[in-house]
């Protein structure tokens, strides 16, 4: 069983930040992409920033220049640094393994995380 547990998240003033953390737990052999995505109220589920195994990394227009998404592959963790917070950034960030390889299952797999609430208000 391979889940994925997601912490960081709370509520913070405009232009304050947070840091996100992800940690897979399970038989993982690889995990080929780790990311964030997040849904609004109302909205549907938006890429944020996604970081490939080999260091590749994806971010969205909306956080580019203040969130910062990093891997560790040993841990099987993936953070997300976001500075200088909007109230438009208020969402659920979801974590998501994309193309999970394991010892105990044919083919990849793909899981998600529950959810972290980030509130930004005054």
């Known amino acids: 069983q391979i889940q994925l547990v997601e912490s960081g998240g709370g509520l913070v003033q405009p232009g304050g930040s947070l840091r996100l953390s992800c940690a897979a737990s399970g038989n993982i052999d690889s995990i080929s992409v780790m990311g964030w995505y997040r849904q609004a109220p109302g909205k549907e589920r938006e890429l944020v920033a996604t970081?490939?195994?080999?260091?590749?990394?994806n971010t969205a227009d909306s956080v580019k220049g203040r969130f910062t998404i990093s891997r560790d592959n040993r841990r099987n963790t993936v953070y997300l640094q976001m500075n200088s917070l909007k109230p438009e950034d208020t969402a659920v960030y979801y974590c998501?393994?994309?193309?999970?390889?394991?010892?105990?299952?044919?083919?990849?797999?793909?899981?998600w995380g529950e959810g972290t609430q980030v509130t930004v208000s005054s």
């Open positions: 970081a490939g195994s080999g260091g590749s990394t």
């Open positions: 998501n393994a994309n193309r999970v390889y394991s010892a105990y299952y044919p083919g990849p797999r793909d899981y």
